[in-house]
C-alpha cells in the first residue's frame, strides 16, 4: 500500500458531515443482531474485538425451521453436486452455446457442465428441476446499488438528487448509520434482489463511517450469499480509515479467489485516490461520472491513471472526448437509467454509449427513491432509447441508430453487468465452465402465458414476481418462490429496529402516507 495516502477524500455526491456521526463511535447503542445480548461490556466487546459485527449466518433459519426438512426436492438440491434443470426455454445469452426453446442445463459442483437438449443422467446421480414452462437465463447483475440504503426504501419517494438526496440521504441519514445499521440495510438489499432475480452486484457502499461500518457491509453480503463486488468507500466522519483501511478487507476478506465477493476501489476523479487504486492493484468504481465532473476524467486518462474494467457511473452528458476515453481505456460503464430519469441526473447515456461502441450495464442505484428490480430497469432502458431514436426519425432525421432489442437489454442486464463487474470470466451467461448462477422464471402465469417470445416476455412483460428459483454457484438461493435458509421474520425485524434507530438519531421524520 502506498505510504502517502491522503488524508481527505471528497465525494461528487456527498457532504462531509463529520460532527454528525462523531458519537457513533465503534458501534455504541448498535442493535445486536447475532444474539450476542442487547447490552453492555459484552457487545461493545464483541464489536471491539474486530471478528466482525456479527456471527456468521445470524439470519440463518435454525435446524427446526429448515424448509428443505419438509421439502425433499429442496433437500437433493442441496445435498447432490449435480443438478439437471430440464426441459426449459434457455436462453444462454452466448451466442456460441446458442439458445433453445427446449433444453437442459447441467450443473456439477456448482459450475454449468453442459447446455444441450436431452442429456440424460443416470438415477439417482442428480437432483432435477423441472423447467417445463420456465423460461432459464443467467441471473441478472445490478453495476451499482448502495446497498446500506435498504432501509431507506422510498424515503425519499420523490426527491431530486440535488438538494433532496444530497441533503436527505448523503447528509442527514447517512451519518446516524451505526454498524448494525449497515448491516442491516445490506441484508434486506441483498436479499431483495435475490428475491427478485440478482444474483451479482457492485455494493457501492458509502457508509465506512468505521472499519466497523465497513466489516458489518461485508458481512452482510456474506450472510445472504449474493455474489458482489464491495466497492470500498469512504464515511463519514474522524473514524473513516479510507482508503487505507483496503489494505486490512483484502487480506481479511477477499484472500481467495475462489469466493462470491471481490474487492474494488470507490473512487472520487482524483488523481490521488487512482494512483492509491494503482498501487493497491485495485479496480476503480468511479460514481458521479457527468458533463460536470468530465474535466477531472480527462486529466486522470492525461495522467495515464485509467485502466481496463475501471467502472464509471451515471455517464450523464459526457463530451465525445470523454467516451472515446473511456472507450480507449478499456473502461466499463453503469446506467442508472430510471433514477437517472427520475432524479435529475442528467439524459441516461445509452445511446451515446452505444455511438461511441461502449454496451452499457444497468444499475439500480438507490431505492430510497426507485425499485431495485432488474425488470424496471431493462425496461426503462428500452423504452427510452426507442423514444430518443423515434422522436429524431419524427424530425425527419435519417441514418439513425437501430433501436433496442429485447434481447439488447437483457444482454445490458446480464453479460454486460458481468462485463462491467469483471466477473464475466465466472457468469453472466449460461456457458459451460462458468458458475451456475441461474434464474427460473415461470412462463405458465395469467399474465405472461401463451409465450411467444422468450426475450420480449423476461424484459417488457415479466416483474419479480415471476422470479420463481435462483442459484447462486449452483446453490439454491430461492427456491418455489420462497429465499432458502433466511428466517424472514428476523430479518425484517432487524430492518425496522434499524430504521427506527437511524431516524431517530438523524431526527428525520418519515412521510408515510404522503
Ligand atoms: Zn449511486
Request: glycine share 10%.
Amino acid at each position: 500500500m502506498p505510504a502517502n495516502a491522503p488524508e481527505t477524500w471528497e465525494d461528487d455526491e456527498m457532504h462531509d458531515h463529520s460532527e454528525d456521526v462523531a458519537s457513533g463511535g465503534a458501534g455504541a447503542d448498535a442493535r445486536d443482531p447475532s444474539g450476542f445480548g442487547n447490552s453492555g461490556a459484552s457487545r461493545r466487546a464483541f464489536l471491539k474485538s474486530g471478528a466482525g459485527i456479527l456471527a456468521a449466518g445470524a439470519v440463518a433459519l435454525p435446524a427446526t425451521a429448515r424448509a428443505q426438512d419438509a421439502d425433499p426436492e429442496l433437500a437433493g438440491l442441496l445435498r447432490e453436486r449435480r443438478i439437471l434443470i430440464k426441459g426449459g426455454v434457455v436462453l444462454t445469452l452466448d451466442r456460441q452455446v446458442g439458445d433453445f426453446a427446449r433444453a437442459d442445463v447441467l450443473i456439477e459442483d456448482g459450475k454449468i457442465r453442459e447446455v444441450r437438449p436431452d442429456i440424460a443422467v443416470g438415477g439417482d446421480a442428480a437432483a432435477v428441476i423441472d423447467a417445463s414452462r420456465r423460461i432459464v437465463v443467467p441471473g441478472f447483475i445490478d453495476s451499482h446499488h448502495h446497498f446500506y440504503q435498504g432501509l431507506l426504501r422510498n424515503i425519499l419517494t420523490n426527491g431530486l438528487l440535488n438538494p433532496d438526496y444530497n441533503r436527505d440521504i448523503s447528509s442527514t441519514l447517512t451519518p446516524a448509520y451505526q454498524p448494525a445499521d449497515v448491516y442491516a440495510g445490506a441484508l434486506v438489499t441483498a436479499l431483495g434482489m435475490i428475491d427478485m432475480g440478482t444474483t451479482a452486484a457492485v455494493d457501492t457502499s458509502q457508509v465506512s463511517h468505521t472499519p466497523e461500518h465497513t466489516d458489518a457491509g461485508i458481512r452482510a453480503l456474506q450472510d445472504a450469499g449474493i455474489r458482489a463486488v464491495y466497492a470500498y468507500w469512504r464515511g463519514q466522519g474522524p473514524a473513516t480509515q479510507y482508503p487505507q483501511d483496503v489494505a486490512r478487507l483484502q487480506k481479511t476478506y477477499f484472500g481467495s479467489q475462489d469466493q462470491l465477493l471481490t474487492l474494488a476501489l470507490g473512487a472520487t476523479l482524483d488523481a490521488k485516490v487512482f494512483a492509491f487504486a494503482r498501487e493497491a492493484g485495485l479496480r476503480t468504481v468511479s460514481h458521479g461520472v457527468s458533463n460536470a465532473t468530465e474535466r477531472a476524467l480527462l486529466e486522470l486518462g492525461r495522467a495515464g491513471l485509467l485502466r481496463p474494467g475501471d467502472e464509471y457511473i451515471h455517464c450523464t452528458q459526457l463530451s465525445d472526448e470523454a467516451w472515446r476515453l473511456i472507450k480507449d481505456t478499456g473502461g466499463r460503464v453503469s446506467l442508472a437509467t430510471p433514477i437517472e430519469m427520475a432524479m435529475g441526473h442528467g439524459m441516461p447515456g445509452i445511446q451515446s454509449a452505444l455511438d461511441h461502441g461502449i454496451r452499457p450495464s444497468l444499475s439500480s442505484d438507490v431505492d430510497a427513491t426507485m425499485a431495485q428490480d432488474p425488470f424496471t430497469i431493462m425496461r426503462a432502458t428500452f423504452t427510452l432509447q426507442r423514444l430518443m431514436v423515434l422522436q429524431r426519425a419524427s424530425r425527419g432525421e435519417t441514418n439513425l441508430p437501430p433501436l433496442l432489442t429485447c434481447r439488447d437489454v437483457l444482454e445490458f442486464a446480464t453479460i454486460e453487468g458481468a462485463r462491467c463487474a469483471d466477473l464475466d470470466r465466472k457468469v453472466g451467461t449460461l456457458t459451460p465452465g462458468k458458475e451456475a448462477d441461474i434464474v427460473l422464471l415461470a412462463a405458465d402465469r395469467i399474465n405472461v402465458w401463451p409465450l411467444n417470445n422468450a426475450p420480449g416476455a423476461v424484459v417488457n412483460v415479466m416483474n419479480p414476481g415471476h422470479v420463481e428459483t435462483v442459484l447462486i454457484a449452483g446453490k439454491p438461493k430461492k427456491w418455489r418462490g420462497n429465499l432458502v435458509g433466511i428466517d424472514l421474520p428476523r430479518v425484517l425485524r432487524l430492518a425496522e429496529e434499524a430504521r427506527d434507530g437511524v431516524l431517530r438519531r438523524a431526527g428525520f421524520a418519515m412521510n408515510l402516507l404522503g
